[in-house]
């Protein structure tokens, strides 16, 4: 009999050693923390499908951008604004005006690897999701005509190596209060390029592994159609003691393009519309 208890003890002695083993190995180390979950697969192309190749080529002014147009600051020879209004591409100096309409931005991507990175989270409301999308390429960047598309007012042309990127983010379900405030304060300058849209962004490329090229593009946008490009324009001329500033954006659409729109509801808008749809 107590031969029996024995083994019954030791049977039962083995078991609880098992159990323990096995809930041991089933418990994370303690001294390493648990990895966070891993962020599900986004299609990149999803949240933003106009990437860097489809945007290669070359691309015209055909008209100032509507809604938005062109904005002149009178400012006096004391420094006071006295007038602030719209102006028409007819409004402004014969040499300003043949300057924009020969504007240009030309891009030819270099081949190889690029870096695409697409990630998508909740909002904090709770309401949707906020999605980033970045890409960066170098090639080969023409710019025309633009003054105030590289952040400064100077007359500024360039044609050579660049480092490119496209930065958009987006909210899969914005508020109307958030639409309304946002046209608000960018449609009057940016017109059709406020809502969704990505930033075209270039810099030189530095002779130095570690140095900083110069910015060439910071003020561009692009839409999801991936034909047209919005640049940004700036410049101050000088009338007497005043001055006049003009700003506001331009319309660059794809070769192959027709003559400028002066009047977007004419026969003129149709040609170019259909080069865009081919």
Avoid at 176 to 197: C, F, H, M, N, V
Avoid at 227 to 242: H, L, M, N, P, Q
Avoid at 244 to 268: C, H, K, M, Y
Wanted: charged share 25%; net charge positive.
């Amino acid at each position: 009999m107590k031969s029996y208890q024995v083994a019954v003890s030791a049977m039962v002695a083995a078991a609880a050693l098992s159990m323990a083993v096995m809930a041991t190995a089933q418990e994370p180390p303690k001294d390493k923390p648990e990895k966070p979950p891993a962020e599900p697969m986004v299609d990149a192309r999803a949240i933003w499908p106009a990437g860097l190749d489809r945007l290669a080529g070359r691309y015209t002014f055909v008209q100032v951008a509507s809604p938005g147009g062109l904005w002149e600051t009178v400012v006096d020879a004391n420094g006071k604004t006295v007038k602030k209004h719209q102006v028409s591409l007819n409004e402004i100096s014969p040499a300003r005006r043949k300057a924009l309409e020969s504007a240009e931005i030309s891009l030819a991507l270099e081949e190889g690897p690029r870096r695409v990175q697409a990630t998508q989270r909740v909002s904090p409301s709770r309401r949707g999701m906020l999605r980033f999308y970045e890409e960066e390429a170098f090639g080969k960047l023409t710019v025309r005509n633009l003054p105030g598309v590289q952040g400064g007012e100077e007359a500024f042309n360039f044609s050579g190596r660049a480092h490119v990127r496209l930065e958009h983010q987006s909210h899969s379900n914005p508020s109307i209060s958030g639409i309304l405030r946002a046209r608000e304060q960018q449609e009057p300058t940016w017109g059709a390029a406020t809502l969704d849209y990505a930033d075209l962004v270039a810099s030189t490329v530095p002779q130095e592994p570690e140095g900083e090229g110069q910015p060439v593009l910071t003020n561009a946008r692009v839409l999801r159609s991936g034909t047209e490009i919005f640049a940004y324009v700036e410049w101050t001329d000088k009338d007497g003691a005043a001055s006049r500033r003009v700003f506001g954006v331009v319309r660059l659409l794809r070769s192959q393009e027709t003559q400028p729109i002066r009047n977007p509801a004419t026969r003129a808008l149709a040609p170019v519309l259909n080069s865009a749809r081919g």
